[in-house]
């Protein structure tokens, strides 16, 4: 038999990355259905995780929107923001720290158009494009494994990266800029430059921790003495600081999230954590195992820090600022599993070796509590009485 040709193996490769997709976006649309039947009376606007004492504004579904008894979570804010993204109409009033959140206008403005402007819309679409980095996170890991020698099938396991299965349980932003570094690695690796550019355009436009990965591949074309390149792809952070000037205009200003001293939020943290009902006992040692996950990935980015390769530049960037972020990061998973994804993707794309999926691997058991709690609901309903 004749071996394959490069062309059928590329068409292959191809096949099988969009139905990494296509089974990520079926699996977390399966379980949030599940969820949504059994633990919440068929109300998929539980997964925002709004609060039953947040302000809302006037106008809306407010009425048929599932209340938490707590504060509720980030989710929540951004289904708000998604109704008035350009700050119009008055709906910046009801978010926290209107001025940062405003700045991760990616997900929410494709929310929006994608709902035609119709706020009452907005609130279903918004799983949609939820679902839309998750199933391009997947394809460009898909991919990426290829270029790695990899099996393409490597590309499923983006669903189980913290920002990515938080995002599907309390539809937070941090999936989109998940997905967008690993189509910063491939189109690194792979080319071409137009699409690097246009990664590099929305992730911080995303959140504005994708700057650093836009600051990434500038250092490395400026070691390589590529200057012309260094400024051209520097120009992509203009829509996002464009932007950033306008929410500075429209909304009022936050405290800062930094730590003067290095690792002080983290020490803290773990010198006080949060206390949890006997019944979860367990749950403070996988904290312990998560924090120790994060130092292991700081330690790593460290060790691997490369001039030559951006890759490694944007994981000791976000290992700086791991190291300098406030306690209110580091004193949850949730928090700090989400905003240093990033540096767990970065890692084993850039070292393909076992070591290099630690971090990550101490970090997940503690962000999936929650998830597997409500899986558990589900179950629970599902056993005969």
Sequence with gaps: MLAPSIGNLRQNASAIAICCALLCGAAAVAWQAAVAHFDYAGNWTAFYRTGLHAPLPPAGEGENLYRFPSVGYDGQYYRLIA?????????????????????????????????????????????????????????????YAVLAGRSPWWGVTFLFVPAAFISIDRLTVDIALAALTVGFALYWRAGPLSKLYLVLLFAPLAKETGALLLAAYCLHAIFGKHWVRAAAMASAGIPAAVWCLYVRLHAPAVPSD???????????????????????????????????????????????????????????????????????????????????????????LEWPAPWSLVPLLAMLPRAAVYPLSETAGVFRALLPR
């Design 258 to 348: 930094w730590s003067p001293i290095p690792f002080q939020a983290a020490i803290e943290a773990m010198l006080h954590p949060e206390r949890y009902p006997l019944r979860k006992w367990f749950v403070t040692p996988l904290d312990y195992l998560a924090w120790m996950g994060l130092l292991l990935a700081i330690a790593m980015a460290i060790a691997r820090l490369k001039r030559n390769n951006p890759l490694c530049l944007a994981a000791f960037l976000f290992a700086v600022l791991a190291a300098t972020v406030d306690f209110s990061v580091w004193e949850e998973v949730e928090a700090f599993g989400r905003v240093f994804t990033p540096l767990l993707i970065l890692l084993p």
């Design 83 to 143: 109704q008035d993204p350009l700050l119009l109409h008055g709906i910046s009033r009801y978010v926290d720290s209107p001025r940062v959140r405003y700045s991760r206008i990616l997900l929410p403005a494709l929310a929006f158009l994608l709902a035609l402007g119709r706020p009452a819309a907005v609130t279903y679409t918004y799983f949609a494009v939820v679902m839309l980095f998750l199933g391009l996170g997947a394809y460009w890991l898909s991919r």
